[in-house]
Nanobody, 125 residues
């Protein structure tokens, strides 16, 4: 069982930066690949970024590539999403999620077993 708690969301102007954190409970955090998804009002949830259990591989949606960076610190049971050059279209609730370590696609929600409650990111123009 893994419990996930996101933090770091807020209101920022376009062009600004935010860093989201996702703290996980449980001793087996390093056994999970992790992902970030987001959902804007009236839209479906979409993949943002993912990282392998070791941190050796990262994956990004085309819409955030070059602007967002995902990382993890297994000693702290935490994953991060550094978001730079934010745009109004990045406005959404951001969720972190945990998938079994052997998951290798990591871009679909069904691959993930555990989800956080989400944190709101609002980018003003």
């Amino acid at each position: 069982q893994v419990q996930l708690v996101e933090s770091g969301g807020g209101l920022v102007q376009a062009g600004g930066s935010l860093r989201l954190s996702c703290a996980a409970s449980g001793r087996t955090f390093s056994s999970y690949a992790m992902g970030w998804f987001r959902q804007a009002p009236g839209k479906e949830r979409e993949f943002v970024a993912a990282i392998s259990w070791s941190g050796g591989n990262t994956y990004y949606a085309d819409s955030v590539k070059g602007r967002f960076t995902m990382s993890r610190d297994n000693a702290k049971n935490t994953v991060y999403l550094q978001m730079n050059s934010l745009k109004p279209e990045d406005t959404a609730v951001y969720y972190c999620a945990a998938a079994p370590y052997y998951s290798d696609y990591l871009r679909e929600g069904y691959e993930y077993d555990y989800w956080g409650q989400g944190t709101q990111v609002t980018v003003s123009s």
